[in-house]
């Protein structure tokens, strides 16, 4: 019967992985091995040494591709593929959106008036820049 010895190390990097990922099933999927392995690793932190090597192999590749995955995307440029009317009308629905986190922490209990604007909001009414207020941010700009 092969030795089954506790690896703290590789335990506690199981662990912190699941964590990471939220649950063991995502954790394990992300790694590529089976939930049952994972959930048994982390329980006990004890598996033969083909188990071990086998979840430390995985940890490590999902990291290389984490780290490359961040690079290519900080390095990436941003897309100028959004028109400047795209723009306006974002701002002016973010600015709504602000608008109604304003008037409710001013005033929480005219949550009736409140769900009027935010339905006026989701529909779409308010979303154009001509026909809203629009209100000062913090830097003066409206």
């Not at 089954?4 to 939220?22: M, N, P, S, T």
Request: hydrophobic share 45%; aromatic share 6%; charged share 20%.
């Amino acid at each position: 019967m092969p030795k089954v010895v506790r690896d703290e190390w590789l335990a506690a990097r199981v662990h912190a992985f699941i964590e990471q990922r939220g649950s063991v099933s995502a954790a394990a999927a992300a790694l590529g091995v089976s939930r049952t392995l994972l959930w048994r690793f982390d329980r006990t932190g004890r598996a033969i040494d083909r188990t071990r090597g086998l979840l430390a192999a995985a940890l490590e590749r999902n990291e290389k591709e984490t780290a490359s995955a961040e690079s290519a995307t900080s390095a990436a440029p941003v897309p100028s593929s959004v028109s400047v009317d795209e723009l306006i009308a974002m701002r002016a629905f973010f600015q709504n959106m602000l608008n109604v986190i304003d008037a409710y922490v001013a005033n929480p209990s005219s949550s009736a008036a409140m769900a009027g604007f935010a339905r006026s909001i989701a529909s779409g009414k308010s979303m154009q820049p001509g026909n809203m207020p629009m209100m000062g941010g913090q830097n003066g700009q409206s």
